[in-house]
Every structure is written in C-alpha cells, then in structure tokens.
C-alpha cells in the first residue's frame, strides 16, 4: 500500500513537517520515515484524534526532560527520564545513561500471564481492593513497513492518536491510542479515565468489575489534580469505543487560577503517569509487583508520548495499542487492569482483543 500526501507538504522553520491526506499528493511518509531509519535519526510522526493532518519531523539529537517545542517521549517507570525529540536542532544531546530498553526475547507464556494474575490477587487481598495492571508481550518475527502501517492504522481508528517514534535509546514504536493523559490550552487542561474492557457494541449494563476499576482510576486522576491546586470536573461516565473493544470512560477537565509553569506540568505529570489504567493502585505496591512479577522491560508501553509547544499548550496521550519494531521482528505489547474479581481466562481474552488493534493493522513487507 502506497500513502499519498499533499505536495505542498512542507517543513515549518520551528516545527514539523506536516502532511495533508490529500490524494494528489506527491510525498510519501514511507519516504520520510525510511530515510530517518536509513540515517539513524530520531523521528517521530502522530496523527491527531479525528484530525487528517499527520505531522512529521526528524532530529540528529534528543534532549532529556520536558520543556523545549517538540515530541515528548516518557516510558513507563516514573523514575526513567522523559525525552523530547525537539523541533529545532538540539544543540545538546542526552547521554544514555538510565535507559537500559532490551527487546523481549520471546512472547509471554499463557502460564505466565495467570501466574502473573495469582500474584496480583495475593497482594491486592492485603488490602481487600486496589488494581494492579498485568501485561504480556507478543513477539513476532517480520520487517514491518513502518509508513504504511501508521497509514493503516490512521485509517481505522479515526479517533485514535496515532503515532510512531524512534530514538536510538527507546527503539521504535508505533501505535493507535485511545487514552488521553493530559492536553492544556491556556490555564486549562484535560484528562480522561479510561479503564473497564468489553467487546465493542456489547449490549447492557457493565458489571461491577470493570465499574469499580475505571472509578479507581477516575478518584485516582481527580485526587492528584485536585492535590495541585486545580478546580476540577468530570463528566458523567459513559461508553468509548476503541477498534474491537469498548471502554468507560470520563472526561476531566482542570482548571488553575495560576499559570502553567512547565515545572509544574513536569511534576503534575511525574505524580500522574503511569495512571492506575496501566499501572495500579495503590501505585508503590502495584510498580513493585510488576517489576517482581513481569520477565520483560515495558520500555515506552505505559508511559506517554506527543506534541508539546509550551506548557500551555501540548497534548500527550498514553503509549499503549502500540509495539515496538525491529529490522526483523516486532514486539506487541498489551495488559489489563486485574482486581480481585478478575477471571484468568477473561483477562486472556481482553488482552487478545485489545492486541487486535495494532496486529491487524501491521503491514509486513
Ligand atoms: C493496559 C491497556 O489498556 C488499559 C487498561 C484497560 C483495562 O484494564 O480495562 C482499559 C484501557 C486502558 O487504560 C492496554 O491496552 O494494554
């Protein structure tokens, strides 16, 4: 499949190249990112949630932490550094110290995953409730066209962000996600609580499983807000689709009577992310669990990743529906928040289907 772009694409002096899916178009994104590969820079391309506009930009350089215009990356242990690919040439570039990614070997063995489970459930009975987020990795061996799968996956989650980076200290990654983690314009921002899986279109009431696990989510998002000094409020919960599944879902919006200061979104974001959908609470005992319990590096999957222009103005989303590629082979990762009324097999189940949405737009060459 061929992607054809608008020939008035173009370069901005301080930002991105962006791409209008115009079918007269002359350049292909496959081009841009093949080349960026080919030369080893960093990369990054996103699509916006119901947007037709795709922006893309390439850098020699990525610096540590938030703050300067360009593509934020943050994995999903807090304590890692965030990255940004910037807009402008960089004129410094991060060390690699702290990064330690390593590709998984092999896909999580089914008796892992309810190992894995049985291990959630006996540190949640301490506490009589919580959730804590199991996930598995699925590897598989294919050269990924990567430019023809972001246009793929662009195509069938319209509402999805859709995005890809690369850097040579996260590897590349690509995915479609449905999950908001923190967008501002002006003194004010917003959020979403996104958890509680079931088939999309499902008819009737959820059950009390997932209710109980999006509002953990949900208190979660609205008492660290609210812990910074923000007027908050939330939506009535309802319905959001994603590809196969549907979640609940509410939307949060803050506002502050002080300016946004990026030191303070820098530490809001440090205190919310990983959220509850893809970590758990309470969060130290669910981090530990995870890191005691999953034989594989969740790298940038849980974390987040998108624009930042100021800290006014930027939108970042939760990296997840997404895999990380290789020359050869690809890496899907997928999990599911677990409580103590999950069921193994239904846990199984839900991962199968929220992996669909990346497995069925990969493009192999
Ligand atoms: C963890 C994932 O998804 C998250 C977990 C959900 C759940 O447990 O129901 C739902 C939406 C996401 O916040 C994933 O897709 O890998």
């Known amino acids: 499949m061929s992607i054809r772009f608008d020939k008035d694409a173009r370069r901005a002096t301080n930002g991105p190249m962006i791409f209008f ?16 590969i080919e030369s080893q820079l960093a990369f990054y391309a996103y699509r916006m949630p119901g947007d037709l506009m795709i922006s893309f930009g390439s850098s020699e350089h990525v610096v540590e932490g938030i703050g300067e215009r360009g593509f934020v990356i943050a994995p ?10 910037p807009y402008r040439p960089a004129k410094r570039n991060i060390k690699a110290d702290g990064f330690q990614y390593r590709f998984p070997s092999t896909s999580t063995p089914r008796e892992e995953h309810a190992a894995e489970i049985d ?19 699925i590897v598989n061996n294919g050269r990924i066209d990567v430019g023809s799968t972001f ?4 195509r069938r989650h319209p509402n999805a962000f859709v995005f890809c980076f690369s850097t040579p200290l996260t590897g590349c990654w690509i995915g479609a996600s449905p ?12 959020t979403m609580a996104l958890a509680g899986t079931r088939a999309a279109g499902e008819s009737g009431e959820w059950d009390c499983k997932n209710l ?20 908050i409020s939330i939506s009535p919960l309802y319905t959001r689709n994603a590809g196969k599944v549907e979640h609940l879902c509410t939307d949060i919006s803050a506002s502050s009577h002080e300016p946004m200061t990026t030191d303070r979104i820098q530490s809001i974001l440090h205190q919310l992310s990983p959220t509850p ?17 999953e034989r594989f590096d969740r790298g940038c999957y849980g974390g987040f990743c998108g624009p930042f222009r100021s800290p006014a103005d930027f939108s970042l989303f939760v990296t997840l529906r997404c895999c990380c590629i290789e020359m050869e082979r690809f890496c899907i990762y997928v999990g599911g928040g677990i409580t103590l009324r999950s069921n193994t097999e239904a846990e199984w189940q839900e991962t199968e289907a929220k992996a669909s949405t990346i497995r069925d737009a990969l493009i192999i060459e």
């Open 21 to 36: 899916s115009d079918p007269s178009a002359m350049v292909s994104l496959s081009e841009e990112i093949r080349g960026a």
């Open 179 to 190: 999950e908001l983690l923190l967008e501002a314009s002006g003194n004010g921002v917003k």
């Open 212 to 231: 109980e696990e999006q509002q953990m989510v949900t208190d979660f998002i609205s008492e660290t807000l609210s812990g910074n000094g923000l007027d």
């Open 277 to 293: 959908a893809l970590c758990g609470t309470p969060r130290d005992v669910a981090l530990d669990t995870i890191r005691q319990t």
């Open 119 to 137: 291990a959630i459930k006996s540190a949640l009975s301490t506490y009589g409730t919580g959730k804590i987020v199991a996930s598995r990795v």
């Open 76 to 85: 999903f242990l807090p304590d890692m550094p965030i990255l940004t690919i």
């Open 151 to 154: 246009a793929e996956l662009s």
